[in-house]
């Protein structure tokens, strides 16, 4: 079980790290697409809310084995943030039957990991979790600065533990400074590092992005200075302490607002969808609905006025002649924009702009944006079976490698699913496993290998239960003796002693009791070739 059986892996028996050097830097490409790129890497994923874990499904969908860890009764605050919530099948675990739905503010950032729940408030919870720790290659964790310290989980405390555990923390303000112990809300980030203050109406209060932005850039952040974490450790064979946090990152997104302002001192201010600099650049009102349109330079202009909204005497006009011109008689010709526009339905407007360059988009709501045809033609959206919720439609991962997606190899996880799971120390002996990854090579050794393993399973079942129902104890003995070896070549380290013990117990006289007992072993090795199988799908796509 996870919560008895982690235990500390040696640089020798976790994947090798030429293994790791070459799914993160290999340039190899094909027409599938790539191999997931961190497989083999686990993460402990002490994080709740949106900034870490966000940062941990990205890592997830590369391939990253991302054991989240939730408190024991409650699990990541935003389970209870519903309505909406995905509907409970009736066909859902009973185990989880005393758990709320599934939050879809939850679902949406927690894909392709595992859950577990410890209380590390607790002594043996705390080792637990230290022994988590031990088989680690990352650990991500947003406590405030300094809480995971005073319990033992501190980066000094990890370093110790395991040398080479790149450690990320994830703050509202970072570790050192007058705030480093407040915590940290993206709104109100937005508003102490300026994202608030350039964002809304010009006659209107400050208005706060529609999404939680600055927890989803530090998640981005965070991600990618992982990458870079384990880049270094392969190097110099030291972990890495990473400091994110929302405040720097929120300062640095402001980009090009930032830099007007330490160049050149000049305050920024609200401009609604309009740009201080370019005009005609904003949302118009249609007839009944909105479009943004963006003529950003003479040209586009005079397309606009002479070929969509046919009025070529704007173009000429002393008023709006160039863009400088525009720009101070923003306020007349936005009104004769808007007088033209209201004439018509936005759908007449669409079919106007539509291929003559004027950069254009309607403003769509949420049920717009999913039916938009790039969402289909794209396959941005991806539909995954969930344990307790059956089909739910998520967002896909949102990049392509030789025009394939990474897989979305598991459901977001209900509270505390894989704390009773078997570990992989249990599954796989890693040390005959790295061995046959240091075969891999283009032609995908390790892959044709686990392939070839999983039809001589499939194979070998069959022929097990047939020899049951002819009571052929004989050919079952032979046939574990057979599904041993191809186990243990592959290090199916459980799968493999099971086999032995049927191999030994059909080796005797078909008695009304060796039959019961091959039966219960042929049961718990499939139940353990599944976790087997799953683990190797996982770590090596077929």
Not at 176 to 205: K, Q, S
Not at 457 to 463: E, G, I, R
Not at 522 to 537: F, S, T
């Amino acid at each position: 079980m996870i919560l008895s059986k982690y235990r500390a892996l040696s640089a020798v028996t976790r994947l090798d790290s030429r293994l790791i050097r070459r799914s993160l830097i290999s340039t190899q490409s094909n027409d599938q697409g790539i191999p997931p790129p961190l497989t083999g890497i686990r993460v402990l994923d002490l994080t709740r809310v949106l900034a870490g874990p966000s940062c941990t499904m990205l890592l997830a969908d590369m391939g990253a084995d991302v054991i989240k860890v939730e408190e024991v009764t409650r699990g990541d605050d935003t389970r209870s943030w519903l309505p909406p919530s995905a509907p409970v099948s009736s066909n859902s675990p009973k185990e989880s039957s005393h758990l709320p739905p599934e939050s879809a503010y939850f679902l949406a950032v927690n894909r392709n990991k595992r859950s577990i729940t410890v209380n590390f408030k607790d002594p043996a919870g705390l080792e637990v979790v230290q022994r988590l720790v031990r088989s680690s290659d990352v650990l991500v964790e947003n406590f405030i600065a300094g809480k995971l310290a005073g319990m033992g989980l501190g980066w000094e405390d990890c370093k110790v533990l395991n040398p080479r555990l790149v450690y990320a923390s994830i703050t509202g303000y970072g570790q050192t400074g007058p705030f480093r112990e407040a915590a940290g809300y993206d709104v109100i980030i937005e508003a102490e590092a300026g994202l608030m203050h350039i964002t809304g109406e010009t006659d209107r209060p400050p208005s706060k992005v529609g999404v939680a932005v600055t927890d989803l850039m530090t998640g981005l952040y965070a991600h990618g200075a992982i990458l870079a974490g384990l880049r270094s450790v392969q190097h110099t064979g030291k972990g890495v302490w990473i400091d994110c946090n929302l405040f720097e990152t929120q300062l640095a997104s402001l980009a090009n607002i930032a830099s007007n302002y330490l160049i050149a001192g000049k305050e920024a201010s609200r401009h609604g969808t309009a740009h201080p600099s370019i005009v005609p650049y904003q949302v118009f009102p249609c007839k009944d609905g909105f479009l943004m349109i963006g003529a950003g330079n003479d040209k586009q202009f005079r397309l606009l006025a002479e070929r969509i909204l046919e009025k070529p005497e704007l173009a000429d006009d002393a008023r709006f002649v160039s863009n400088a011109t525009r720009v101070a008689n923003r306020e007349a010709l936005v009104v004769i924009i808007t007088q033209v526009l209201q004439r018509h339905e936005r759908d007449y407007w669409i079919e106007r702009f539509t291929g003559l360059g004027v950069p254009f988009g309607p403003i769509n709501n949420i049920q717009q944006s999913f039916a938009h045809p790039q969402v289909g033609a794209r396959q941005a959206t991806v539909e995954v079976d969930h344990p307790r919720a059956g089909k739910v439609r998520m967002v896909a991962p949102p990049v392509t490698y030789n025009g394939k997606r990474m897989p979305v190899r598991r459901p977001p996880p209900w509270l505390s699913q894989h704390t009773k799971e078997p570990s992989q120390e249990d599954i796989i002996d890693m040390e005959v496993f790295n061995q046959i990854v240091e075969l891999d090579d283009e032609d995908d050794f390790a892959s044709g290998m686990v392939a070839d393993y999983f039809a001589q399973v499939d194979s070998t079942f069959n022929k097990m239960d047939q020899a049951m129902e002819n009571k052929d104890l004989k050919q079952i003995s032979e046939l574990g003796h057979f599904l041993k070896g191809s186990s243990a070549a592959l290090g199916v380290k459980q799968v493999s002693l099971t086999c032995e013990k049927i191999q030994n117990t059909a080796k005797g006289t078909a008695t009304d009791k060796a039959i019961e007992e091959v039966t219960s072993l042929l049961k718990r090795v499939k139940e353990e070739y599944g976790a087997a199988k799953i683990w190797l799908l996982a770590y090596c796509p077929t």
